[in-house]
């Protein structure tokens, strides 16, 4: 049972001589910090995705309609579906909501939320995140959001509830960052329309940095040092 393999794995982890924990958020770090558990080394390296595919791509927009997309593997209460179906009845026709993703037949979306189901397809993902106009994410808990990444790194502003680490990529020039369950001024920032007038290029060249490559650098120069034992704790930057 999943109490049961929950409970192994707690006890494999306190078998453990004081590990190394890397955490992929400033948020989740403080969590770790501030619990009990016993370590010999606390660092943060952000999590990296496949930059030669999330890019900025030159997509023509067939219409003037403004694109709002959310993507996640399932679409349930702690992906706050209820907000993409109160905001699919409170925005214009002007609006059009595409949500990418795993969505059970029980849940009862307007009709004018088109849902693509979940892919494996990176470069179908990247299309889609490039045809989009806001990135848009009710998530109610996050730790440091691959989706959030994706989305700039192919030049597309994020708006997101400000939950866990959710938030740390964001900026006033690629993101809005809404208080949690702030609905309303989430539905006042998406008609302000201020997203429009981000720049997509430089959002994607911002996002540089999180590229797998340097992901992969990161924890090689970690290991290195742990090795080395120059220096036992270090946050990675």
Not at 106 to 121: E, Q
Not at 204 to 233: A, G, P, Q, R, W
């Amino acid at each position: 049972t999943k109490k049961r393999t929950r409970k192994t794995k707690k006890i494999r982890f306190i078998n453990l001589t004081k590990p190394i924990i890397v955490t992929p958020s400033y948020w989740l770090y403080d969590q770790v910090k501030n619990s009990k558990l016993d370590y010999s080394g606390l660092y943060v390296i952000n999590n990296g995705i496949n930059r030669n595919v999330f890019t900025y791509l030159d997509v023509n927009k067939t219409n003037d309609e403004i694109s709002l997309l959310g993507v996640a593997y399932n679409f349930n209460d702690k992906k706050g579906i209820k907000y993409f179906a109160k905001l699919a009845n409170d925005l214009s026709n002007d609006y059009t909501i595409t949500l990418i993703g795993n969505i059970s037949k029980k849940i009862v979306l307007p009709n004018n939320v088109k849902i693509v189901p979940r892919t494996n397809s990176e470069a179908e993902l990247a299309y889609y995140y490039n045809k989009a106009d806001l990135f848009v994410d009710f998530t109610q808990e996050d730790n440091f959001p691959t989706t959030h990444l994706e989305s700039l790194s192919c030049g597309l502003p994020v708006l997101s509830f400000d939950v866990g680490g959710a938030c740390e990529m964001l900026n006033a020039s690629n993101g809005i960052i809404v208080s949690n369950n702030k609905y309303s001024e989430a539905l006042k920032q998406i008609k302000e329309k201020r997203y429009l007038s981000f720049d997509r290029m430089k959002i994607c060249k911002m996002s540089n940095k999180y590229s797998s490559e340097n992901f992969t650098k990161k924890y090689i120069n970690l290991y290195k040092d742990l090795e080395s034992k120059k220096e036992e704790k270090k946050w990675i930057n």
